[in-house]
């Protein structure tokens, strides 16, 4: 079958920003459709931007498109945004996700509760990709990111290399946690003797490589931490306005959230899981899984 998937990542799934822009971190994460979608169908996906399209692992039957007309006649087509997005009109019978009934957003196939759910703003009891799976008309069954794989893990250096991961998307500035913060997790886990590594600009491919390259990633709920889940990279998630059940945590992850919606962790709470996780990393309990590079594939 020939599927098109319809996402630029300008509104988010669950819970969206008053902010405009494109989140990059939306964009990735929808990619876990291609898990079930790659392996037996053509694939075409409309609005990726091309900085990121370096993150998704190249196949034949995948191919990321800029204008609807690259597409010859789809079977199915998943509108996964709530923005007006022109298509030719005899496609309307084909598409699942989301739609305007001339008043708000709705969802074909119809559920409720995920409009409700979109329209209150208020958290999920269920992941995103659970949420979008249903959206296309789909159960998820627990299919990871379409991601690269890091070529090496489960094992920790001499001095565990430890990456700070604090910027956010203009999207959701309240996602940040103050860099006083970072600055004094910093010098802890330097004074307990491990290695820090701060994120780096450049390319997409880099920022991957830095990823894959740590032995624990601390990071606010954006691009970077999803890049981590995908690559089996061992990470723990900052989260304060968004909920961490909307992630799995795919056997890496560990999340710490303040409630009350405000990213008013402490330092030593950071610390001290980061301690514990690296114990539990050196352990043979948290493991990434050994199996390619970024830049291995793309050489």
């Not at 998704?56 to 998943?78: G, R, S």
């Not at 074909?108 to 990709?129: A, G, K, Q, T, V």
């Not at 990393?281 to 390619?292: D, F, H, N, P, Q």
Request: proline share 7%.
């Amino acid at each position: 079958m020939r599927f098109l998937i319809i996402k630029t990542g300008e509104t988010e799934l669950l819970r969206d920003s008053a902010i405009g822009g494109v989140s990059d971190g939306e964009v990735f994460r929808s990619g876990v459709l291609l898990s079930r979608l790659v392996p037996d169908n053509e694939v075409y996906w409309y609005g990726v931007p091309g900085k990121l399209q370096a993150l998704f692992p190249p196949v034949e039957n995948l191919h990321f498109i800029d204008i609807l007309e690259e597409v010859q006649k789809p079977d199915v087509i998943f509108y996964l945004e709530r923005t007006q997005i022109p298509f030719p009109e005899e496609w309307a019978s084909k598409v699942k996700g989301f739609y305007f009934d001339g008043n708000r957003w709705r969802t074909r196939p119809r559920f409720p509760e995920l409009e409700n759910l979109i329209d209150s703003n208020d958290n999920s009891r269920h992941s995103h990709p659970h949420w979008l799976y249903k959206l296309c008309g789909m159960q998820w069954r627990g299919e990871p990111y379409w991601s690269y794989i890091r070529i090496q893990g489960g094992n920790l250096r001499k001095r565990p290399l430890v990456g700070l991961n604090p910027r956010v998307g203009l999207k959701w500035p309240q996602k940040a946690w103050p860099m006083e913060c970072w600055w004094s997790l910093a010098k802890k886990l330097q004074s307990a003797g491990y290695e820090v590594a701060w994120q780096p600009g450049g390319t997409m491919v880099g920022y991957a490589d830095w990823i894959y390259n740590l032995d624990l990633l601390i990071s606010v709920d954006t691009l970077g931490l999803h890049v981590a889940l995908g690559g089996m990279v061992p990470v723990i998630g900052l989260f304060g306005p968004t909920s961490p059940k909307e992630i799995p945590k795919w056997g890496v992850g560990l999340w710490l959230w303040e409630r009350g919606g405000k990213m008013t962790h402490s330092v030593e709470r950071v610390f001290f899981a980061a301690q514990r996780y690296l114990k539990s990393i050196k352990s043979g309990y948290v493991k990434g899984i050994i199996e390619t590079s970024l830049l291995d594939d793309m050489s």
